[in-house]
């Protein structure tokens, strides 16, 4: 069924951590980590990216604190998805994103993979686990 693939994104300045997924499934896998401070680094690797994977829609995770208040990367992240849903047109998504960094870490850690290992796969991890939250949300919508 065309347009159940989404594609996920944990963004941070330095390194925006990429997911794939499909509604129909409900599993969201890791895909890759895009490097590059400017924007056409990044946008252009995001244009690829759905060139290649051709998704329906787009969720971004949205950094708050704890106690659900926004900062400066709440704004910047809104600005992204904004920008992201401009240049795509395609539908954007933001999830919440609390603490996924962390668990990221713990998953990848049980996996036996530690330290500075971790880092080339933290943030796509991360983002799996953002878009997972979305499918998980939306077949339990549909249920």
Request: charged fraction near 25%; include cysteine.
């Amino acid at each position: 069924m065309p347009g159940t693939t989404v594609l996920g994104f944990d963004f941070g300045l330095k390194r925006i951590g990429v997911a794939v997924g499909d509604v129909m499934i409900g599993v969201a896998h890791p895909l890759e980590t895009i490097h590059g401070e400017s924007n056409d680094q990044r946008f252009g690797a995001v244009a690829a990216l759905i060139k290649e994977w051709r998704p329906g829609a787009l969720v971004v995770g949205l950094p708050l604190y704890l106690d659900g208040t926004e900062h400066e990367m709440t704004l910047r992240c809104r600005r992204f998805s904004r920008q992201m849903e401009g240049r795509f047109l395609l539908p954007v998504t933001l999830v919440d994103e609390r603490l996924t960094s962390e668990a990221a870490s713990q998953d990848l850690r049980e996996m036996g993979i530690g330290g500075r290992r971790q880092k080339a796969m933290l943030d796509q991890v991360a983002a799996q686990l953002i878009l997972q939250t979305y499918l998980d949300e939306k077949r339990h919508a549909t249920a």
